[in-house]
């Protein structure tokens, strides 16, 4: 009987909050809301097998609830993705890009949604982006600025979606009231995190 009183008192004592003097603070360096669909999207970059860019996309709602994601790679069906090039010219032949697959593989519409991704839509994918009816697009990076591919795509972009594509630290300042000093630390933290090239 002694026994079984100890332990209960034991285990009530376990419930009651700790005491202590002082008042211990929240994390600083946490993610933000905003922030999240683009961490996801770098993260899933990392599924991508091509040696020479990852990219990673990520399709939210206005609430930031996921609605698909997706990163750049052979299709599903390819199961021995060995036998086809990787080299830069041969692989455009068989990869499915990111935001292709986000959108392929979701999991309710995406009319209406917000796509964030690692590297700025090429034409193929915007006109995909446009079919879908996807509102904004928010990109981390924009690579070969005077690409045909990337000049028409950017065309269809600003000219098709109710809002233009947004660099996503353009995007940050306009959602969330950041500090300045913070503003450098985020991206060097997550690509320290995730280990992403941009």
Not at 39 to 49: L, N, Y
Not at 97 to 107: G, K, L, Q, S, V
């Amino acid at each position: 009987m002694f026994f079984i009183f100890e332990s209960f008192k034991l285990f009530k004592d376990f419930l009651q909050p700790a005491q202590c003097d002082e008042k211990i603070q929240k994390r600083e360096n946490y993610l933000l809301k905003q922030e999240l669909p683009m961490a996801i999207a770098m993260v899933v970059a990392q599924r991508s097998k091509d040696p020479h860019t990852q990219v990673g996309a990520c399709i939210v709602d206005d609430n930031n609830h996921i609605l698909g994601y997706g990163y750049n790679g052979h299709p599903s069906g390819a199961n021995n993705d060995d036998q086809y090039s990787w080299d830069k010219k041969g692989k455009h032949k068989f990869v499915c890009h990111a935001e292709r697959n986000a959108i392929d593989f979701r999991t309710a519409s995406v009319k209406g949604a917000t796509l964030f991704v690692t590297l700025y839509p090429c034409s193929e994918c915007a006109k995909t982006i446009l079919q879908n009816e996807i509102k904004r697009v928010v990109y981390l990076d924009k690579k070969d600025s005077d690409n045909i591919k990337l000049t028409d795509s950017t065309f269809m972009l600003e000219n098709g979606l109710p809002e233009k594509p947004i660099q996503f630290w353009d995007y940050l300042q306009q959602n969330v009231e950041i500090k300045k000093t913070r503003r450098g630390f985020e991206i060097q933290n997550l690509n320290k995190i995730f280990m992403t090239k941009v």
